[in-house]
């Protein structure tokens, strides 16, 4: 494996927007390098939710466009690596995620590993770090947010949440956000929490810098076409702009 077969991994739009937040979507994508042979996944199981979050990136963009945000998104596949876990962290490579098994990463031996963290890990944590890095010098106020879909029945179990908005020890952002009025049911850290190992985005761009920051989740069974993504982002843009707002003139003040 190599930075030739796998290709492109990180994409960054609109890296001199002026707005105060940088966008970010690690499971924008649903792509897997010819040279993993689909990771052994058969052809249902290739646009499942394990694979990517469906909607995801739609929404992104449409918030990017709205306020004028840089956005860093993944071109590759989160089980190829899910960008929002350490390298250290089983689920970074899983071998299964939730009921679908993986049987390319079944059996990645320590180089492995290290091989895929430097062709995709890397790259993406060095993007997003030149980007926020070059915001700061220009004296550009940020707030990291990050945009995920998730399935509605999960194990079995339903989940009634809609949106999520989820937070680690900063909880600026979420805060001012869940103090706005809410569209659909809307819940804390819901349906992962901090406890689920779901936040390391939020702490490697968000808490290591003193950024504020949040990690937006939507139940992807309301997002069955770029009309609904549409939607759901402009939803999500009515809690975001005044949350936003009241963050930095507290922080003006």
Not at 190 to 206: A, F
Request: charged fraction near 25%; hydrophobic fraction near 40%; proline fraction near 7%.
């Amino acid at each position: 494996m190599n930075e030739h077969t796998i290709g492109e991994v990180v994409r960054v739009s609109n890296e001199d927007g002026a707005g105060n937040v940088v966008v970010i979507c690690e499971h924008a994508s649903s792509r897997i390098p010819e040279v993993l042979d689909g990771l052994g996944l058969s052809t249902q199981n290739r646009q499942a939710h394990a694979v990517w979050d469906p909607g995801a990136l739609v929404m992104a963009q449409h918030i990017s466009r709205a306020l004028d945000a840089p956005l860093v998104h993944a071109e590759v596949s989160r089980l190829v690596y899910d960008l929002n876990r350490p390298p250290e962290a089983p689920g970074a490579m899983p071998a299964k995620s939730e009921v679908i098994d993986v049987p390319g990463n079944g059996d990645l031996s320590q180089e492995d590993r290290h091989a895929r963290t430097q062709l995709i890990y890397d790259p993406f944590r060095t993007a997003v770090g030149d980007l926020l890095d070059a915001r700061a010098d220009r004296g550009q106020a940020t707030a990291i947010v990050t945009i995920h879909s998730f399935t509605p029945v999960y194990y079995g179990e339903d989940r009634p949440t809609e949106i999520g908005i989820l937070h680690d020890a900063d909880t600026r952002l979420a805060d001012a956000m869940l103090a706005q009025p809410a569209p659909r049911r809307t819940d804390r850290n819901m349906p992962y929490g901090p406890d689920d190992g779901v936040t390391h985005s939020l702490k490697i761009y968000g808490l290591e810098r003193g950024l504020p920051n949040v990690m937006i989740e939507v139940r992807n069974d309301l997002l069955g076409s770029e009309a609904d993504c549409v939607k759901l982002a402009d939803e999500l843009l009515g809690m975001l702009r005044p949350a936003l707002a009241d963050i930095f003139l507290e922080e003006a003040s």
